[in-house]
């Protein structure tokens, strides 16, 4: 017979493999499902329920990547730039709808466009308190801001765990902030994990000495 202890302990095992393998099915069968919507778009003689008999899903995938690649496309020349202002202007003039796509549009160019610098390194600051240290990422300091601080700072957002959508954004000297030689994915997955896994090549973060010269 097996032990208390064994079974506990094959228990816990087959949880860690099972656990990640269907949240993981789970969230791409979410995805596929909310992307299969864009087939809504296709008249109905295109669907596949009318000229095979049954839905098959994963085609909304294949019509939304060619959606956002088109668009994409359309974006990138002058035309599309008119068109996109256009619809830009459009939005701007509704009440409560053009607060929304702003301050969605402003955090969407921050993550995605390759010409930010926001997100771009990784950074330990003090907080919350004096004697901590916490991972954080740098950001912008906004023009405005940087013009009433009396020295050098930097912006910094640092997530909550284990969602790092949420966090807390302040400034701090530059002097105060440490940056690591650690990438953001890596930094992502301490946060999300706490601490309990780590990157694949190891990402230690090597900076005790800095940091004993940075009262």
């Avoid at 020349?77 to 619809?87: E, S, T, Y």
């Avoid at 969605?104 to 995605?112: A, C, I, P, R």
């Avoid at 912008?140 to 969602?163: G, R």
Wanted: net charge neutral; glycine share 6%.
């Amino acid at each position: 017979m097996f032990k208390k202890t064994s079974i506990k302990s094959y228990l816990i095992t087959g949880l860690l493999v099972w656990v990640p393998l269907v949240i993981t099915l789970w969230v791409l069968d979410l995805l596929v499902g909310i992307m299969d919507y864009s087939l809504q778009l296709l008249p109905q003689a295109f669907l596949t329920e009318n000229w095979l008999g049954v839905h098959v899903p994963g085609l909304g995938v294949i019509l939304t990547l060619v959606i956002v690649f088109s668009t994409g496309v359309l974006a990138a020349n002058i035309l599309g730039q008119r068109l996109v202002l256009f619809w830009e202007a459009l939005l701007a003039r509704i009440p409560i709808v053009n607060t929304i796509y702003n301050s969605v549009k402003q955090v969407s160019d921050t993550l995605f466009s390759g010409t930010g610098h926001a997100f771009r390194k990784v950074l330990l600051v003090r907080y919350p308190h004096p004697q901590a240290w916490s991972l954080a990422f740098q950001t912008n300091v906004p023009v405005e801001v940087a013009a009433k601080l009396p020295e050098d700072y930097v912006a910094v957002f640092i997530p909550t765990t284990p969602s790092p959508v949420n966090g807390f954004y302040f400034y701090v000297r530059r002097e105060d902030a440490i940056e690591i030689d650690m990438s953001v994915d890596a930094a992502f997955k301490y946060i999300v994990s706490m601490g309990v896994v780590a990157p694949a090549n190891g990402g230690s973060i090597v900076v005790s000495a800095e940091i004993k010269n940075n009262p």
